[in-house]
């Protein structure tokens, strides 16, 4: 089992920046591949970036130049630098990792950014 804690998430005005951790702790060499996700209100969930065990990075469209994806191997932690926020990036922050093809997720943060 893989258990994964979120932090970092708050309210910040539109320009400006926040950083989410994510600590992954639970029987378990590594993890394949962690990463984040979103869900904004009425919006189905969707990927923002996702970084794997060799460091192979996927960004969203939207995100690309705003957002960096970072992971320490070490602690089993992943983070995601935001900047440049913007109101559309409003939105529940959700960890992901994946482990032999098991998916497993965090209980999500709020990210609110106003205009």
């Known amino acids: 089992q893989v258990q994964l804690v979120e932090s970092g998430g708050g309210l910040v005005q539109a320009g400006g920046s926040l950083r989410l951790s994510c600590a992954a702790s639970?029987?378990?060499?590594?993890?394949?591949?962690m990463g984040w996700y979103r869900q904004a209100p009425g919006k189905q969930r969707e990927l923002v970036a996702t970084?794997?065990?060799?460091?192979?990075?996927n960004y969203t469209d939207s995100v690309k130049g705003r957002f960096t994806i970072s992971r320490d191997n070490a602690k089993n932690t992943v983070y995601l630098q935001m900047n440049s926020l913007e109101p559309e990036d409003t939105a529940v922050y959700y960890c992901n990792a994946v482990r032999f093809g098991d998916f497993y997720w965090g209980q999500g943060t709020q990210v609110t950014v106003s205009s």
């Open positions: 970084i794997t065990s060799g460091g192979s990075i």
């Open positions: 639970g029987n378990f060499f590594r993890l394949n591949v």
